[in-house]
């Protein structure tokens, strides 16, 4: 089965009792045109259902589909537009953790967090806090400072109550404690549990709570995807923790997994700390392969991808999923796992994986593959040929706040070998992905070439590309060129 092909159609996923914390504004593409197997699909259809993003179609399920971003990274722009396009959720990959945020005691930086939040909210996406309290990545004057009891409860209580109540109404969400049980099934040694034993899980939910009541607060921890001994001290701690009134609302597996050793039984797992009436989260998949990357490699990845997903959306208390990372080029698997990479749905270019086309058909994307070419309806009225090589037909198929959906459709005149559409762009636009075509981008300059099986158009016959774009406040109505040879 490949992921790159036609697949068999994933059943769609109703959200139940866990509502999303926050309404999602979005640009309001289309729904995906969802043809049934051995149905033939008309080319407008086919580039329509393929122009939807993830986070189209995840806004379509009322489910989260979200990444992890660097505030360093928003200067480069395909990064910032691909998070922006493509997820509805954002998770701050370390610009929360508390030795950023609190390096020295009593001195708070809010640079770099308040980046991302603004970032989230100029796109209308949700936020995900990550984390607050955790054993990693701590200040030296926390990890060493020798305190007593009563003196780390201060040290937690001003830390959180500062972090939380800077963001209070921002972020609907947070990894209130992260990682406190360790691969041993046992709680991990850090200063947190040595001064103040297990107890201090329970007593960081009392103060998340207390700093924003309207906040849903988590535990989260790695390798509890699976029912193993260490997720079943998970469910364990966690139904303690319900018993004496501890308000937790939910657990995130954070899912760094490798290719081929996915566990089979995660939506059981998912579906047990559910019905302990706790939202799960996938809160940091990434999903390593051992490189080089091949076709196989990759195809068993989507595969995987394909599962943790589904056993997500198939759960009404899993809320939805978080990939830790938006491409490739800047996960942080190459540099901790030996050999192993490639580990997102996005690669370095910025190019969509087979990874990605298995969520985007498990959120209720089309199947079709948009390498295919469109198939023709033979019920269309034949088109006259342009007098010229060829001509292209520019529109607007749809547009919101700060972006837009084109489709150009090429018209041979007589037999072409390939051809190239060149236009400028108008003032403040920018082009962000684009199907059916190869496109690129110079200044204002832009060009549009076939992509091989497209490229062969006998006299008056079409075909059709599209891309979405970003406006700074109008679409223009460019004037097109079109020309044989690619």
């Known amino acids: 089965m490949s992921f790159t092909k036609g697949r068999r159609r994933l059943r769609g996923r109703t ?53 992890a971003v660097a505030s360093h990274l928003l200067d480069q722009s395909d990064y910032r537009q691909t998070a922006a396009t493509e997820f509805n959720s954002v998770t701050h990959e370390n610009d929360l953790k508390w030795e950023t945020v609190q390096p ?39 990890e060493n400072g020798n305190f007593s009891q009563d003196q780390l409860r201060g040290v937690m209580q001003d830390h959180i109550s500062t972090t939380m109540g800077r963001y209070r109404g921002q972020i609907g969400t947070w990894d209130v404690v992260n990682e406190p049980i360790d691969d041993n099934a046992q709680f991990r040694d850090s200063v947190f549990y040595q001064t103040l034993g297990q107890d201090f899980i329970a007593e960081a939910f009392r103060m998340a709570d207390q700093a924003d009541p309207s906040a849903r607060l988590f535990i989260n921890d790695y390798n509890i995807d699976g029912i193993n001994a260490k997720s079943d ?5 966690v139904r303690d923790l319900l018993a004496q009134g501890v308000p937790i609302d939910g657990i995130g597996f954070q899912g760094h997994l490798i290719s081929g050793q996915v566990p089979s039984d995660i939506q059981q797992n998912i579906q047990r700390f559910a019905d302990l009436g706790l939202e799960v989260m996938i809160t940091e998949l990434d999903i390593r392969i051992q490189m080089p990357a091949t076709e196989q490699k990759l195809e068993q990845q989507a595969r995987d991808y394909e599962g943790v997903v589904n056993a997500c959306y198939a759960v009404s208390g899993c809320s939805g999923v978080i990939v830790w990372g938006v491409t490739d080029a800047h996960s942080w698997v190459p540099d901790h796992f030996d050999g192993q990479g490639a580990a997102l749905p996005i690669d370095s270019d910025y ?5 990605y086309w298995a969520i985007h058909e498990a959120l209720g994307g089309d199947p079709a593959d948009p390498t295919d070419p469109p198939t023709e309806d033979p019920t269309d009225p034949p088109t006259d040929p342009p007098s010229g090589d060829c001509e292209a037909d520019y529109r607007v198929t749809n547009e919101w706040n700060s972006g837009f959906q084109a489709e150009v459709t090429v018209t041979a005149g007589d037999s072409l070998t390939g051809w190239t559409v060149t236009w400028n762009l108008g003032s403040g636009e920018s082009v962000s992905h684009a199907w059916n075509a190869s496109v690129s981008s110079s200044g204002s300059a832009v060009t549009a070439t076939d992509v091989g099986y497209n490229g062969t158009l006998s006299a008056g016959q079409s ?24």
Request: charge should be negative; include cysteine.
């Open 15 to 67: 959200v139940g009792a866990v509502a999303l914390a926050v309404t999602l504004v979005t640009g309001g593409l289309a729904a995906a045109a969802h043809g049934q197997e051995g149905t033939r699909v008309s080319a407008e259809d086919a580039v329509q259902a393929q122009a939807a993003s993830l986070r189209d179609l995840a806004d379509q399920q009322g489910v989260r589909m979200g990444t």
């Open 104 to 142: 020295q005691q009593g001195q708070f930086s809010w640079s770099n967090a308040d980046r991302v939040v603004d970032f989230a909210e100029q796109n209308n996406q949700m936020i995900h806090g990550h984390t607050l309290v955790w054993h990693s990545q701590l200040p030296s004057w926390v």
């Open 233 to 237: 001290a998970y469910y364990e701690l």
């Open 351 to 355: 190019q969509q994986k087979p990874a």
């Open 463 to 486: 075909t059709a590309f599209g891309f979405v774009g970003n406006h700074g406040g109008s679409v223009s109505t460019p004037q097109l060129t079109c020309t044989s040879g690619s």
